[in-house]
């Protein structure tokens, strides 16, 4: 349950079924029909690269963005800024590491970006690390030349910057609470923690503040009591407005709205221009020729409450002092974004599925709509428009294409001329996409119901597949024909364990209309829901493609609240994956953030003048009737859901005894998962669950069995050797090398071993027992010449790895394989080096030192690859063409300055790389 549409592992649980679950991440792939090497996995899921925001520069010719992903080293999100050019193929990253970057924002002249930052503040000279390190805050601004230079922090403030936008060249607007007050700063010293609810008196205000570009002096501009929460300068610099919220119960009871101020920035004369009755701005943006502005603002029926609505777009005229509703001549109300023009403004217009974009022209007090039209007008979730009005930039992506930018022309109401900007996930290219389809149903009233469907990976026609509701949060938002993979419904990942994944705008989605949203208000809340998800279960069915009796539902917030209902109601679902699902509403009323507002409104009431319906509308006095199995997830910080709706429903179902049931917690997180590790848990969980009651592939693990141990190294091991004990595979009776996939490349598992160098070259010298070893001795020439026979034999092109390519992977691999490190019992240095070189001539055999590949643990979960950091040096092609050593070798101390090169060529050998097929 979210006022807009949020979604959020674990504390220790049985070592048993973690173990399960992680086997659970793994066996995705073997049930899946695609080949190993282009296998979903969780981590393409959790590590994604994403475009969070995007500005075009004043000139038209660049665009700096954001891009968001997870850090497996931070363990948490990150995102750095990038710069690519409109007029060639070029990307340049502004900033690095494990810090968040965000909302860039170009200089009017276009010489300087400004972002907000949470990296470390320089020190200065004398300066200590712990110095003043508890009273600055985590978020400054911060500026940067776009094309060279370090970035310099423009703000020292002890509030974190929280909004901010460019009032000229040289100056900032930003917004940050007051500093300290010496309440505050004797509390702190009294360790004192203690928080007064909604204690207006000492929250600090936020206010409006400006700061000089050339020397950081920092002017306060208003003296507000109050909490501005946002701003937008008019283009001259001259104006601002801001939004004020007067109540910190605002959230919870909608009862004093905010209000709304214009103030001159020459005189700092400040006026209000909404009260907050009818129209509370959101996404403010000026006119180009600053006679108005254009904003957002919800609408509603209701006389209070703002939770179910449309957005419509309105226009605030300076000179009249008047705001004007916009006429869309569109019923759905305005989308996901908007641009304005120089002649008026586009906008991305709800439309179910997929927005719609329109373009619309301003006369007079009037605008006239236009269709845009062009391969990728439709499935746009952002756009900018430049000066000229013709350079677009847009984000564009499909329920199975991964979004990039893209740069395209606008010619009056025509796009085109759509170049990729990005390239991000670049392996997805070679993942297996499921089939899409829109489909439509009668649902509750008879009215036609909208949702998504994701067949399996290598859908037969005429076969039923197991079916997983995924059922979207809010109840005011709309599953979108866009990419959607994330922790909370990891949707390629089930369609490659063979089920279908159905995504259903039940009533009281966004996107359809006033009607459709507000239909489930008043206490008709799960009335109209319900059946609508029901008979899209059931139209499916009736299509032969689900199998009725392999139905399950997982769903968060909303999405779980639905699921939880249900499963009270019908015995046909085998699982179900609920997280941060309310089934008490009684005590949700005063616990959750917005509580008043969201249950008065859907409910129609409070809990205190109508009990007997909170108790009604209530799942947690059904639980007798559920007989579904339920693995039940929760934050211990959730202030959306309480996570004692989580014991409640977990105690209750544990109680009655008559389904399992499974509680997992996430310490410290809130409504929604931000730590990789808890993320990466909540898919692990689920897909073993699923495995276990929907699939019924479920095995059960050996606990005792330590992940990464020599042992479980050695039993993968065993499974991928050849019944006749050597390593590869078999094309027309030749041994070949088996490849994998790494970092994007098809590369093989193992070097080149000798049994399968012999099969190449019938005078190679090949001793009874070192079939498995990798093949030394091995020249570049006679390398090239290899994979150049392998390509004829197999009909498949192969190769050697280039430089550029099997840096990184070479440079990750750890230290401790087989060098001279592992044999000499610590790490010599050059000159002990040389020394041990003698006493390994006395050894028998050319390369006396090398192991049967394999030996040491591979890189990677399942499809691991071996011996990147020892063994024998390994031929790949240099820039120039010829050949180069890579990686370390067993005759070498794994010293990172030493070369490959160095390797003796007795320690000498290769790998092959397949290409893409």
């Known amino acids: 349950m979210n006022a807009t549409s949020l979604l959020p592992i674990p504390i220790a649980l049985a070592w048993v079924w973690l173990a399960a679950a992680i086997g659970a991440a793994a066996r995705v792939q073997a049930q899946s029909p695609a080949s190993r090497d282009t296998l979903w996995t969780v981590n393409d899921i959790l590590l994604a690269e994403r475009v969070t925001e995007f500005r075009l520069s004043p000139d038209g010719r660049w665009v700096v963005w954001v891009q968001a992903m997870m850090s497996e080293q931070k363990g948490e999100q990150v995102s750095n800024l990038y710069l690519s050019s409109l007029a060639e193929r070029k990307e340049i990253q502004l900033t690095r ?5 965000s909302r860039p924002r170009w200089s009017p002249d276009a010489k300087l970006i400004a972002f907000l930052s949470t990296r470390p503040l320089p020190r200065k000279d004398g300066e200590k690390e712990d110095d003043d390190e508890d009273d600055l805050a985590d978020r400054q601004l911060w500026l940067m030349s776009p094309f060279g230079g370090e970035p310099w922090p423009l703000t020292e403030s002890k509030r974190d910057v929280r909004a901010y936008e460019w009032k000229a060249n040289d100056t900032i607007l930003f917004l940050a609470q007051e500093d300290p007050s010496l309440y505050e700063q004797e509390s702190k010293k009294r360790k004192d923690t203690t928080r007064v609810v909604d204690d207006s008196i000492h929250e600090p205000p936020v206010r409006l503040f400006m700061v000089s570009v050339k020397d950081r002096k920092v002017t306060r501009v208003l003296q507000n009591d109050d909490w501005i929460e946002d701003l937008a300068v008019s283009p001259d610099g001259r104006k601002v407005v801001t939004l004020h919220e007067r109540s910190l119960s605002w959230e919870f009871d909608q009862r004093v709205p905010p209000v709304t101020f214009l103030t001159d920035l020459e005189t700092r004369a400040s006026r209000p221009v909404f009260d907050g009755s009818r129209i509370i701005p959101q996404d403010v943006r000026w006119a180009r020729d600053g006679a108005g502005f254009y904003f957002v603002n919800d609408s509603t029926t209701h006389p209070r409450y703002r939770m179910a609505t449309i957005q419509m777009l309105w226009y605030y005229d300076l000179a009249r002092g008047e705001a004007a509703l916009v006429n869309l001549a569109w019923d759905r109300g305005h989308g996901s974004d908007y641009a304005v023009t120089s002649d ?12 719609r974009p329109a373009r619309y022209v301003r006369r007079g007090s009037a605008w006239t709509r236009s269709w845009i039209e062009g391969a990728h007008a439709r499935n746009l979730s952002g756009l900018e428009i430049g000066r000229d009005d013709r350079t677009v930039v847009v984000l564009h992506s499909t329920a199975n294409t991964p979004p990039q930018l893209y740069r395209a022309m606008l010619r009056g109401t025509r796009l085109s001329g759509e170049t990729v900007l990005t390239d991000l996930n670049a392996s997805f290219k070679e993942k297996p996409k499921p089939r899409v389809e829109i489909v439509r149903w ?3 009233r008879d009215e036609e119901v909208e949702g998504i469907v994701y067949y399996p990976l290598g859908y037969a026609e005429g076969k039923r597949y197991p079916l997983i509701v995924s059922i979207h ?4 938002a709309a599953d979108l024909d866009a990419w ?23 009533h009281g989605s966004s996107n359809y209309g006033l009607d459709w949203v507000e239909s489930i208000c008043c206490g008709k809340y799960y009335e109209l829901e319900i059946p609508d998800i029901e008979r899209g279960v059931d ?19 909303n999405g779980a609240i ?21 089934v008490e509403w009684i005590s949700d009323w005063a616990n959750v953030d917005f509580g008043a507002a969201f249950d008065n409104y859907y409910f129609g009431t409070a809990p205190y003048d109508d009990p007997d319906l909170y108790v009604r509308k209530s799942p947690f006095f059904r639980m007798k009737g559920v007989k579904t199995p339920t693995i039940i997830y929760f934050g211990t910080e959730d202030r959306n859901v309480p996570t004692d709706q989580g014991w409640s429903h977990y105690r209750a179902l544990q109680q009655i005894g008559d389904t399992p049931v499974r509680f997992v917690l996430f310490p410290g997180e809130a409504h929604g998962l931000t730590k990789l590790a808890h993320q990466r848990r909540k898919v ?17 693990p050996n606990e005792v069995l330590k992940e990464g141990s020599p042992l479980a190294q050695a039993l993968k091991r065993a499974r991928i050797k050849k019944a006749d004990g050597r390593y590869g595979a078999e094309v027309n009776g030749t041994l070949i090398p088996e490849v994998v996939e790494l970092e994007g490349l098809e590369i093989g598992r193992f070097e080149v071993t000798r049994a399968q160098y012999a099969a190449f070259d019938k005078s190679y010298v090949l001793d009874k027992g070192t079939e498995n070893f990798p093949a030394s001795g091995i020249s570049f020439e006679e390398a090239r010449a290899y994979v150049a026979w392998l390509s004829g034999v197999t009909g498949v092109a192969y190769r050697l790895g280039t430089e550029d390519e099997m840096n990184s992977i070479y440079d990750s691999a750890p230290a401790s394989e087989n060098t001279l490190d592992y044999w000499a019992g610590y790490s010599p240095n050059p000159d002990d080096g040389e020394r041990l070189a003698e006493k390994i001539h006395e050894l028998p055999g050319s390369a006396p030192l090398l192991k049967e590949v394999g030996n040491f643990a591979g890189r990677g979960t399942e499809d691991l690859v071996f011996d990147l950091g020892g063994n024998v040096a390994e031929w790949v092609v240099d820039k120039d063409g010829t050949g180069k050593l890579m990686g370390r070798s067993a005759d070498r101390p794994s010293d990172p300055r030493a070369r490959a090169g160095d390797a003796a060529p007795a320690y000498r050998g290769f790998r092959v790389v397949r290409a893409r097929r």
């Open 97 to 101: 590491g494990d810090h968040n970057h």
């Open 344 to 355: 008026g403004f586009v906008a991305l217009l709800a439309d179910g599925v997929r927005d």
């Open 442 to 444: 009668k649902g509750a």
């Open 473 to 476: 949060g809010g109840p005011a």
């Open 484 to 506: 959607s993979q994330g922790w909370s419904r990891p949707v390629a990942l089930l369609n490659q364990k063979g089920a279908f994944v159905l995504k259903v705008n039940y």
């Open 539 to 557: 139209h499916l069915i009736e299509r032969g493609l689900a199998d009725p009796e392999r139905l399950a539902v997982m769903g968060w917030s």
């Open 562 to 582: 639905l699921s939880i209902e249900l499963t009270t109601r019908n015995l046909r679902y085998r699982a179900a994956s609920t997280g941060a699902g309310d």
């Open 684 to 700: 692990e969980e689920d897909l073993a669950w699923f495995e276990r009651y929907l699939f019924g592939t479920y095995a059960a």
